[in-house]
């Protein structure tokens, strides 16, 4: 009769495999903006929206502040983890630290 072998511990092709999942999770889990030149924005795992109005859209992205003023903004898609707005941009500011709107 066969016997089964025992495994312990990880083989490193799974070691491998659990280390790349770990490392996709952390990539995924930053905040992260995406731009394109149809007055679309897209804003991945923010942590809130501090000012929302037709002119000007403040997003707390963890470590900065997006300011975004423009013209005609709306959020499209409102999610969780995702946000999509919509509008004519004219200027997006980055704001660091303890400077808030």
Do not use: H, W
């Not at 491998?16 to 996709?24: D, H, I, L, P, Y």
């Not at 983890?81 to 500011?93: C, F, K, P």
């Amino acid at each position: 009769m066969l016997q089964k072998k025992k495994r312990r511990g990880f083989s490193p092709r799974t070691a491998f495999a659990v280390g790349t999942v770990r490392e996709f999770e952390r990539i995924l889990a930053k905040p992260a903006v995406y731009i394109d030149c149809d007055g679309g924005l897209c804003f991945e795992n923010s942590k809130a929206v501090l000012e929302y109005t037709d002119t000007v859209i403040c997003m707390d992205m963890g470590a900065i502040t997006l300011r975004v003023e423009g013209d005609a903004l709306r959020m499209t898609f409102y999610r969780r983890d995702r946000v999509a707005v919509r509008g004519r941009v004219t200027s997006l500011e980055f704001l660091y630290g303890d400077v808030r709107p």
